[in-house]
């Protein structure tokens, strides 16, 4: 198993590597800074797609030793003053949360050196410029040690190693072909210059046959102490005796139904990255024995991004919703994940309200009380919207935090040009009806339109799915009138794809655009499927010309987040 603290290492070569390797001479100089934006373009992504807090990035710096040693030609006038500036400008894009390394190289091709260096005293220079240098962490550097070096006149330069006190030195002395009893030759010679360092192989194991990666590892084992255990025993996470993690009712014998898993997919939309702040936030919060409660958790998307993020932490998760198809999706997901549970939110016909989170949890759960409760893409849904929040308040514990978010609230905050997610479909309906007013594709569906009371009664519905959109101000309100006091409040864009959007969209058509043919809900039959097509395109060409035919549109999500005193 990976332990807690490791991270995951991206090691890339410094863009003066490839244009030494494989640009002529006379190109040299124009194409480096070309490639060495698109590396950190790269370096970007990456930056941008993994979590700080389990990301190290490791400049792998060989050419540089090469033409320190005079065996490369080089297109800038000082070699040394050249190799360091590269170096430290690569450092200035790596943030100071993500663990920085530099892994100093001279050459592994058929395990040879382009030079035998004469000890150790270029990367030992290289090093302390770095460690003086740079305007971050340094977390370590790896120097290279050859095989043959077992003589006081090699590691003699590491006594004037200055190093900050959180940079971990490892030299690159162990080697297959001599095993333990070499390793332990170069430890102690090095042992007389300098201490508290580790070790590793003076490369990579890219190019070493796979047969030789047990003997390597058996080599590592034995020459070094054993990795210290993170102080303190981990909490595990349990649920309190007697609760029914997946309840014995109805919809959990069902079967898994095709519209859940069609919703399912909607995390694999571009403008599904409003669940990441959202991600981090609980990542920051949530401790080992924590249990979260996913209020309208549907089909478990944000469980799923979740689990990527504090993969190594015992948190419990309830998820919680008013859909038996989209909880029997989760249901399949999680049902063998112990640390999982479910519940549905029952509507009472009688009293004309959902079931309150309490009311569904069980006195157990109840007794033990939740950590956190978040809701992402749906406040904006919830009718009854300050006993909700009040329920939430009665089932969290003193400190409990909300984390709340969505695309559908009105934020003061948001720019001129970004959209209010819903809000698009309201438009959509008024670019639908001047196109089938004055497009002859559309003729058929003209006449529906001086239909008043249909008109109305199709808009009503609309509504009814995609609710009218409430000022910021009125959640900061419910949420301070329920006990909670907000903590945080900020607004994120987001880019959503027109094509995703549609296709979202197009599991609701009958709300969007129900007037084209005819709709169950309103007029009490369904639509045919020439019907159905007309209306799918409808909306699509609604759209395209609604975003004048751009593949993508910003959207604003306002995130709030708040405490239980």
């Not at 790269?42 to 090469?66: R, Y």
Request: aromatic share 10%; proline share 7%.
């Amino acid at each position: 198993l990976v332990p807690v603290a490791c991270r995951f290492q991206v090691c890339l070569p410094t863009p003066l590597a490839p244009i030494a390797a494989f640009v002529v001479p006379e190109h040299q100089a124009l194409l480096e800074p070309i490639y060495e934006a698109q590396l950190l373009g790269e370096l970007g992504t990456i930056l941008q797609e993994m979590p700080h807090d389990q990301l190290a990035i490791q400049w792998d710096t060989n050419f540089e030793f090469g033409m320190l040693e005079g065996v490369f030609p080089v297109w800038f006038h000082d070699v040394k003053s050249g190799v360091l500036e590269r170096l430290l400008r690569l450092s200035r894009h790596v943030p100071a949360d993500v663990q920085l390394g530099y892994h100093f190289c001279y050459g592994d091709v058929q395990h040879r050196h382009f030079k035998e260096p004469a000890d150790a005293g270029k990367p030992v220079d290289v090093a302390n410029a770095l460690a003086a240098s740079l305007s971050r962490p340094l977390n370590w550097i790896h120097l290279p040690v050859p095989r043959d070096r077992m003589d006081e006149a090699y590691y003699a330069p590491l006594r004037g190693l200055r190093l900050r006190p959180e940079t971990e030195l490892y030299l690159g002395l162990v080697h297959h072909t001599d095993g333990v009893e070499g390793t332990a030759r170069r430890l102690e010679a090095a042992r007389r210059f300098v201490s508290g360092f580790g070790i590793a192989t003076e490369c990579g194991w890219g190019r070493r046959p796979p047969a030789t990666s047990p003997e390597l590892l058996r080599i590592h084992r034995e020459s070094s102490l054993p990795v210290q255990p993170a102080a303190g025993p981990r909490r595990r996470f349990q649920w309190p005796p007697g609760f029914q993690r997946v309840p014995d009712e109805d919809w959990t014998h069902q079967p898994v139904d095709t519209f859940g898993l069609r919703y399912d997919t909607v995390e694999n939309h571009g403008w599904y990255r409003n669940l990441d702040p959202t991600v981090e936030d609980l990542a920051r919060h949530l401790a080992d024995g924590q249990l979260l409660i996913d209020y309208s958790g549907g089909t478990g998307i944000l469980l799923d991004r979740l689990n990527l993020r504090i993969f190594d932490r015992q948190v419990g998760t309830l998820i919680v919703d008013s859909s038996p198809k989209f909880l029997r999706v989760a249901l399949d997901k999680f049902g063998d994940e112990e640390r999982v549970a479910f519940r549905l939110l029952r509507w009472l016909k009688e009293e004309r309200r959902l079931q309150l989170l309490e009311e569904v949890l069980g006195p157990e759960l109840l007794a033990r009380r939740a950590d956190a409760v978040a809701s992402t893409n749906a406040i904006h849904l919830y009718r009854d919207l300050p006993e909700t929040l009040a329920s939430w308040a009665r089932v969290l514990r003193p400190g409990g935090r909300v984390f709340v978010q969505s695309g559908n609230i009105r934020n003061p905050q948001a720019r001129e040009s970004e959209w209010i997610l819903d809000e698009t479909v309201w438009a959509i309906h008024e670019v639908a009806t001047g196109l089938v007013r004055n497009d002859p594709r559309y003729a058929a569906y003209r006449p529906l339109l001086d239909d008043e009371p249909r008109m109305r009664a199709h808009v009503a519905y609309r509504d009814q799915v995609f609710l009218p959109v409430r000022p910021l101000d009125h959640y900061l309100r419910c949420l301070e009138g329920a006990g909670f006091a907000v903590e945080e409040v900020t607004a994120r864009t987001i880019e959503a794809r027109v094509e995703d959007w549609f296709e979202f969209l197009s599991a609701y058509h009958e709300a969007v655009l129900g007037w084209v043919g005819s709709s169950v809900k309103v007029d009490g039959a369904a639509p045919g499927p020439e019907a159905v097509s007309d209306r799918l395109a409808l909306i699509r060409h609604a759209m395209d010309t609604l975003f004048g035919g751009r593949p993508s549109f910003r959207c604003c999500w306002t995130y709030i987040n708040g405490v239980r005193p």
